[in-house]
């Protein structure tokens, strides 16, 4: 403990003192370095301390922990290993996967890396793995989200300090402004503050690939674009890894390890009823936040990005940059285009859509997109209709637009109008966190009303890039994959208040009767095995029937003086 308290009054002075080798090749906005070698945020990307010329060349990230003689910490808490390539080549992926820097990941960078004992994590196996805590790791804690409407006064307060200080606290990592290809020095890298990392994360993963036209992989926008955070059977868990890292931020940049970020229930109110001033900050007839809320002064990146004209044919290819900001946080509750998006929008939605959609048994279903009929993930995205289960794409008749479906997650991010309908840049509003970690209840209800595993729920092969059970999550350095991440929360670390093990809240009530819409309920392996055997006892029972019956055919007269000839039945 005396040896921590030490490292983090003189680590910085440290690392000044003893700076490591700068390398020209890194990694686009989602290759951040790390200043320091000792990091006190969330570990995602790459460690500063793994950028060297050797480590490049070897592609090895296997760092020595401050206290320790031996990479990853040695026997009892680490050791370097090959990282296994866990991803699932499909030839229906768009070619220009294959030019995609986030391909492969992480291997691309890095073959070589920590795999840590026990409750050990991090790139250095110097962390604890999520909900334990202690030198060892070994003590067991579970925190509680809890319905941000529902916190005390002084609550609340913390929460809006909590985000403005890591709004405001320089992060440890620095953001690349070039492709990988492009970087040629330290001039390629630039400061971000501690929470606008986690925006450049979300649109790094979120972003189209951008290959010069010259390439001849990007004709029309469709052809690059590649999403890995959603669109897939890996959304939910993408999210679920997303919000564990931010809290976990949140909590060492203010040093609260008890702290946990609260859910918006958007179900309890057809209108915005935390966009208030004591929360995330109300807003003006005009989108802009109220001068009294301390998210006004905020400053929003990566959101006016070039047209895909000027990003591919006009060869400005460039990522985000973060040094540059865009404008400011922009909120219109309830304005969206209705013509656009559908008359659902001056509206949140419905505890009905909600339960609509935990009725599915079945998580996710082929093609396993945007595009899945009757299952449970494309509900929760917003992609499948809350009536009748199924996908709803845009259509016209007659010349005129009938929109698609835009529900649950998608349909919060439309009717807050302004920077949270801009998906991949939409971490910039500080309501993002609260609407996810409301997604993610929905997701654990699910899986303790059905009860089914990773390895038995995400599909292995077929999904889109990144969404498959054992790819790993992109951008996440170490590695994890989907399936580490689809289990009980209580099992990662913190809980809901208000959700018991069966995956249900007061009041709520299962009806087998409820209706699934437009899809058919698939019958479950004991109902098939039933059916089998219902059907070879009935043809037992038909082949006995047709035995008899031969049997008991009328025996042949015999004639008079002529003998019996001997036959067989066939």
């Given at each position: 403990?005396?040896?921590?308290?030490?490292?983090?009054?003189?680590?910085?002075?440290?690392?000044?003192?003893?700076?490591?080798?700068?390398?020209?090749?890194?990694?686009?906005?989602?290759?951040?370095?790390?200043?320091?070698?000792?990091?006190?945020?969330?570990?995602?990307?790459?460690p500063?301390?793994?950028?060297?010329?050797?480590?490049?060349?070897?592609?090895?990230?296997?760092?020595?922990?401050?206290?320790?003689?031996?990479?990853?910490?040695?026997?009892?808490?680490?050791?370097?290993?090959?990282?296994?390539?866990?991803?699932?080549?499909?030839?229906?992926?768009?070619?220009?996967?294959?030019?995609?820097?986030?391909?492969?990941?992480?291997?691309?960078?890095?073959?070589?890396?920590?795999?840590?004992?026990?409750?050990?994590?991090?790139?250095?196996?110097?962390?604890?793995?999520?909900?334990?805590?202690?030198?060892?790791?070994?003590?067991?804690?579970?925190?509680?989200?809890?319905?941000?409407?529902?916190?005390k006064?002084?609550?609340?307060?913390?929460?809006?300090?909590?985000?403005?200080?890591?709004?405001?606290?320089?992060?440890?990592?620095?953001?690349?402004?070039?492709?990988?290809?492009?970087?040629?020095?330290?001039?390629?890298?630039?400061?971000?503050?501690?929470?606008?990392?986690?925006?450049?994360?979300?649109?790094?993963?979120?972003?189209?690939?951008?290959?010069?036209?010259?390439?001849?992989?990007?004709?029309?926008?469709?052809?690059?674009?590649?999403?890995?955070?959603?669109?897939?059977?890996?959304f939910?868990?993408?999210?679920?890894?997303?919000?564990?890292?931010?809290?976990?931020?949140?909590?060492?940049?203010?040093?609260?390890?008890?702290?946990?970020?609260?859910?918006?229930?958007?179900?309890?109110?057809?209108?915005?009823?935390?966009?208030?001033?004591?929360?995330?900050?109300d807003?003006?007839?005009d989108?802009?936040?109220?001068?009294?809320?301390?998210?006004?002064?905020?400053?929003?990146?990566?959101?006016?990005?070039?047209?895909?004209?000027?990003?591919?044919?006009?060869?400005?290819?460039?990522?985000?940059?973060?040094?540059?900001?865009?404008?400011?946080?922009?909120?219109?509750?309830?304005?969206?285009?209705?013509?656009?998006?559908?008359?659902?929008?001056?509206?949140?939605?419905?505890?009905?859509?909600?339960?609509?959609?935990?009725?599915?048994?079945?998580?996710?279903?082929?093609?396993?997109?945007?595009?899945?009929?009757?299952?449970?993930?494309?509900?929760?995205?917003?992609?499948?209709?809350?009536?009748?289960?199924?996908?709803?794409?845009?259509?016209?008749?007659?010349?005129?637009?009938?929109?698609?479906?835009?529900?649950?997650?998608?349909?919060?991010?439309?009717?807050?109008?302004?920077?949270?309908?801009?998906?991949?840049?939409?971490?910039?509003?500080?309501?993002?966190?609260?609407?996810?970690?409301?997604?993610?209840?929905?997701?654990?209800k699910?899986?303790?009303?059905?009860?089914?595993?990773?390895?038995?729920?995400?599909?292995?092969?077929?999904?889109?890039?990144?969404?498959?059970?054992?790819?790993?999550?992109?951008?996440?350095?170490?590695?994890?994959?989907?399936?580490?991440?689809?289990?009980?929360?209580?099992?990662?670390?913190?809980?809901?208040?208000?959700?018991?093990?069966k995956?249900?809240?007061?009041?709520?009530?299962?009806?087998?009767?409820?209706?699934?819409?437009?899809?058919?309920?698939?019958?479950?392996?004991d109902?098939?095995?039933?059916?089998?055997?219902?059907l070879?006892?009935?043809?037992l029972?038909?082949?006995?029937?047709?035995?008899?019956?031969?049997?008991?055919q009328k025996?042949?007269?015999?004639?008079?003086?002529?003998?019996?000839?001997?036959?067989?039945?066939?």
């Amino acid at each position: 403990f005396i040896v921590f308290l030490l490292w983090e009054k003189f680590g910085k002075t440290y690392a000044k003192m003893f700076p490591g080798p700068r390398h020209p090749v890194v990694k686009v906005i989602g290759l951040m370095i790390i200043i320091l070698v000792y990091s006190r945020f969330g570990e995602a990307q790459f460690p500063r301390v793994c950028t060297s010329t050797e480590n490049i060349r070897r592609k090895e990230c296997c760092p020595t922990p401050p206290g320790f003689t031996e990479p990853c910490g040695g026997p009892g808490r680490g050791r370097c290993a090959d990282i296994p390539d866990a991803t699932v080549d499909d030839n229906a992926w768009k070619p220009a996967y294959q030019v995609d820097d986030r391909r492969h990941w992480p291997t691309v960078f890095f073959t070589r890396a920590c795999v840590c004992e026990g409750n050990f994590s991090g790139y250095d196996c110097r962390k604890c793995t999520w909900g334990c805590r202690g030198p060892n790791c070994s003590t067991k804690a579970i925190s509680k989200r809890r319905n941000v409407r529902h916190l005390k006064s002084e609550d609340k307060a913390k929460l809006r300090h909590y985000l403005d200080t890591m709004k405001k606290a320089t992060s440890d990592y620095v953001m690349a402004l070039d492709f990988y290809e492009d970087i040629k020095g330290s001039d390629n890298f630039a400061n971000v503050s501690a929470y606008d990392y986690f925006v450049a994360l979300h649109y790094y993963a979120s972003r189209a690939t951008m290959p010069p036209y010259s390439k001849g992989y990007c004709k029309i926008p469709e052809d690059c674009e590649i999403d890995f955070a959603h669109q897939g059977s890996g959304f939910p868990t993408w999210h679920r890894a997303f919000l564990l890292e931010f809290e976990r931020a949140l909590q060492e940049v203010n040093s609260d390890p008890d702290f946990t970020i609260p859910y918006w229930d958007w179900t309890e109110s057809e209108n915005c009823n935390v966009c208030t001033n004591y929360i995330v900050g109300d807003n003006n007839e005009d989108g802009s936040l109220d001068t009294r809320s301390v998210f006004a002064t905020w400053q929003t990146i990566c959101v006016q990005l070039d047209p895909f004209l000027n990003s591919t044919q006009m060869n400005h290819t460039k990522p985000c940059d973060v040094t540059k900001h865009d404008g400011k946080v922009m909120r219109n509750p309830g304005h969206q285009d209705k013509r656009k998006y559908g008359q659902s929008m001056d509206r949140l939605p419905l505890a009905a859509e909600v339960d609509f959609a935990l009725r599915f048994p079945t998580f996710d279903k082929k093609p396993y997109n945007k595009m899945a009929d009757c299952g449970f993930r494309n509900l929760l995205e917003g992609f499948a209709d809350t009536r009748t289960g199924k996908h709803r794409g845009d259509r016209y008749e007659n010349g005129t637009l009938v929109p698609g479906a835009h529900t649950l997650h998608n349909h919060v991010h439309l009717y807050l109008d302004g920077t949270m309908s801009a998906v991949p840049s939409s971490v910039n509003d500080p309501i993002f966190h609260l609407h996810h970690c409301f997604v993610d209840r929905i997701l654990e209800k699910w899986i303790r009303r059905h009860r089914t595993s990773g390895e038995d729920t995400l599909p292995e092969t077929g999904a889109p890039p990144g969404h498959n059970r054992h790819e790993y999550i992109v951008p996440f350095f170490p590695p994890y994959s989907h399936a580490q991440l689809f289990k009980p929360s209580t099992e990662l670390g913190y809980d809901y208040e208000d959700v018991d093990d069966k995956g249900m809240s007061d009041g709520e009530i299962i009806k087998k009767e409820s209706s699934l819409g437009e899809c058919n309920v698939e019958p479950g392996p004991d109902v098939v095995l039933y059916v089998v055997w219902i059907l070879v006892a009935a043809l037992l029972i038909v082949c006995l029937i047709l035995s008899i019956c031969c049997c008991c055919q009328k025996k042949p007269q015999r004639k008079r003086g002529q003998r019996i000839a001997r036959y067989s039945v066939v």
